[in-house]
């Protein structure tokens, strides 16, 4: 069972923090803990406008400073045969620039349950709930949308997984997730409009180990994407058109099927790899199109020192995205993207008090279908981190982040820079 259940926790390779646990972070390794953040920060462009706006298009660019409070909480409990990890996350920010709506809120929840029925067979359950307006929190992986969405924004996850060895060599796992997007800007053409939805993925696979630390996969995937608003994707004033003539949002709902080969592979206990790579099918039903596009969840961790890792990744498969129709372009939409996305990050104990953590991403979007087919959005981003550890419980910390939007398609692309220092701790 060991076997299992390594491979299963390499699962989250690919979307853990690049840190050890960090001051300012609840710790995972006692039963209960508090951690804290306070930061002042500066926003080139706190509401992602684009660089060249036009009347009746997205805004321009308007920059702020502000103070930035998260306080968290973890919960850990861990018996024989059971494991229970709670962390909740409030966050508050405050921009000196605004006159209406001057605090932005988030907020984060993560529950992992695991429960080994016995030596050969475990489950495990997940859920995570984020409520914010910016589209990094709200979309994990390849984003959908690059801007921010005022309003009370939800998105939540929930997944359970059945993983099974029939002997030392064969085994199998099932397994369910399922995504709920709901975003309060209502009405033909508005954020629910292009993004609301429901998406389900059930999931098969067969399992060979090779070795203690090495498994193969051979899997097939379902998903159901349903796009859950009742409004049109646009409106006659932006399009031009009669509402008669301008799709309503189930019209970019989809079906996807996926096949993959995997595998999961810790060569040492510094050094982990997981794989799925494949093929995905998409059928968008109610438009009368099918696209096929590459698949893959690739990502790899590597301890090369004491509190020091790199983590690389890559992802891509077919998903919604806030573009679908252009003017005078009736019932002829843009249906999704092909986005990849490429990451890598390091954090590095230069001194045993001071840690560095530089992270870099690519994601690029090809649309399908309708006037913007083959268009392409490229987005870039970074992320730099300096932390020094005044004691165990308190560090001092400073960053800088930056996004760039470059896309074919006009009045999208936007760049925004972000600084930010203060005061974290952990308890």
Not at 90 to 105: A, F, M, V
Request: charged residues 20%; contains cysteine.
């Amino acid at each position: 069972m060991k076997k299992l259940i390594t491979c299963a926790s390499l699962a989250a390779v690919g979307t853990m923090a690049v840190n050890a646990q960090p001051i300012g972070e609840p710790s995972t390794s006692k039963p209960w803990s508090v951690a804290a953040k306070l930061r002042g920060f500066y926003d080139s462009n706190y509401n992602t406008g684009v660089d060249n706006p036009v009347p009746g298009g997205r805004p321009g660019k308007a920059e702020s400073w502000g103070i930035d409070v998260r306080p968290s909480v973890g919960l850990n409990l861990s018996q024989d045969t059971t494991t229970v990890n709670l962390r909740v996350e409030y966050g508050l920010r405050w921009y000196e620039d605004r006159t209406d709506n001057e605090i932005d809120q988030t907020v984060l929840a993560d529950l992992f349950m695991g429960h080994d029925l016995n030596e050969t067979t475990r489950v495990e359950v997940k859920d995570q709930f984020v409520y914010s307006s910016e589209p990094d929190v709200l979309q994990p992986g390849p984003i959908q949308s690059f801007y921010r969405t005022d309003g009370s924004n939800i998105r939540n996850y929930a997944g359970a997984n059945f993983l099974k060895d029939f002997s030392e060599i064969w085994g199998m796992a099932i397994g369910y997730n399922g995504t709920v997007y709901d975003y309060e800007q209502a009405g033909d053409g508005s954020r629910s409009a292009l993004l609301d939805r429901w998406e389900h993925k059930f999931r098969l696979d067969a399992r060979r180990h090779f070795q203690p630390t090495t498994t193969g996969l051979l899997g097939y995937e379902f998903g159901m994407t349903d796009m859950t608003s009742d409004s049109l994707l646009s409106t006659p004033a932006v399009v031009g058109l009669p509402p008669a003539l301008i799709p309503n949002a189930d019209s970019r709902s989809f079906r996807s099927h996926y096949g993959f080969l995997g595998v999961d592979h810790m060569a040492t206990a510094k050094l982990a790899l997981q794989g799925r790579v494949g093929v995905q099918y998409a059928d968008y039903y109610n438009a009368n199109e099918d696209f096929w596009g590459p698949y893959a969840q690739v990502a790899a961790s590597y301890w090369y020192q004491e509190n020091s890792r790199v983590m690389l990744g890559v992802l891509t498969g077919i998903y919604p995205t806030d573009i679908a129709m252009a003017p005078g372009t009736a019932n002829n939409i843009t249906l999704g993207t092909q986005a990849t996305m490429v990451y890598a990050a390091i954090s590095h104990a230069i001194t045993s008090k001071l840690t560095a953590y530089v992270r870099g991403a690519w994601q690029g979007s090809e649309f399908k279908g309708g006037p913007f087919d083959g268009e392409f959005d490229n987005y870039w981003s970074a992320d730099v981190n300096l932390s020094y550890a005044l004691n165990q419980h308190v560090a001092l910390e400073a960053g800088y982040l930056f996004d760039d939007l470059e896309s074919d398609l006009p009045q999208r692309g936007y760049d925004r820079h972000r600084g930010y220092a203060g005061v974290k701790a952990t308890y």
